[in-house]
């Protein structure tokens, strides 16, 4: 079955640095979505890239998907410790109807 | 958007027992789904419930183990049964709502399941 694999697990940065997290499926995806969970809280939709090469940007986060709609990647530029919590992306393949596949998630840690 | 809460949002539960847990949403969804996420884990989906119809289940996870109902389009319950140790994990249900080309997925706030 469908497989998405998020790398690293953890990250560990200094208030200020920058964070990227990436997001790789095993099959090609028809749209990946991207969901932030903050410590004790549920998932929250950040975001949806459907085309192929396509970024969008939301304030400090910027979003790509992959040309081959494989893989993803989610920057945040200077963190703040705002942004702390798990990141996870969440693919939906092509021919595998409304399932969304998880990723195991990374979790930002942001040191004041 | 859409609005949803669970029932209850945490328990305790002994070995051998079930549990029901409720899910409202407060607008009417085709798509409702119910998740499991173990602490500092990423969500495993456990069925899709269908309005009317039976839920599907995802590999891994059967009906005898975690029957679902879904009598109306704002509303489903998932009972966890005969409940072991390694049931012990929060329980999430999520509606998807269609807003133009984008299926945005609300999750409830989660139901943490300790069973002793």
């Known amino acids: 079955g469908q497989q998405v694999m998020q790398i690293p697990q953890y990250q560990h940065v200094q208030e200020g640095e920058d964070f990227t997290t990436y997001c790789n499926s095993s099959?090609?995806?028809?749209?990946i979505q991207w969901y932030k969970q903050r410590p004790g809280g549920h998932p929250v939709f950040l975001i949806q890239l459907v085309k192929s090469g396509e970024v969008k940007k939301q304030k400090r986060l910027t979003f790509q998907f992959g040309e081959a709609k494989k893989n993803s990647s989610l920057h945040i530029t200077a963190t703040q410790t705002t942004d702390v919590g798990t990141y996870f992306c969440?693919?939906?393949?092509?021919?595998?109807?409304?399932?969304?596949?998880f990723g195991g998630g990374t979790r930002l840690m942001v040191k004041p | 958007s859409a609005v949803i809460s669970q029932k209850p949002s945490r328990d305790i539960c002994q070995r051998g027992t079930s549990l029901t847990i409720q899910c409202q949403v407060d607008?009417?969804?085709?798509?409702m789904f119910w998740y499991r996420q173990q602490p500092g884990q990423s969500l495993t989906l456990i069925a899709t419930a269908n309005q009317g119809s039976e839920a599907t289940y995802e590999s891994g996870f059967v009906i005898d183990k975690f029957p679902i109902s879904r009598p109306n389009l704002t509303f489903s319950t998932l009972t966890v049964s005969n409940m072991s140790p390694e049931d012990s994990s929060i329980y999430l249900c999520?509606?998807?709502?269609?807003?133009?080309?984008?299926?945005?997925?609300?999750f409830g706030p989660g139901t943490r399941l300790t069973v002793l």
């Open positions: 999520s509606v998807e709502v269609p807003s133009g080309s984008i299926d945005e997925q609300f």
């Open positions: 969440a693919g939906r393949a092509q021919n595998a109807g409304n399932m969304l596949t």
């Open positions: 099959t090609t995806l028809s749209n």
């Open positions: 607008s009417q969804v085709t798509m």
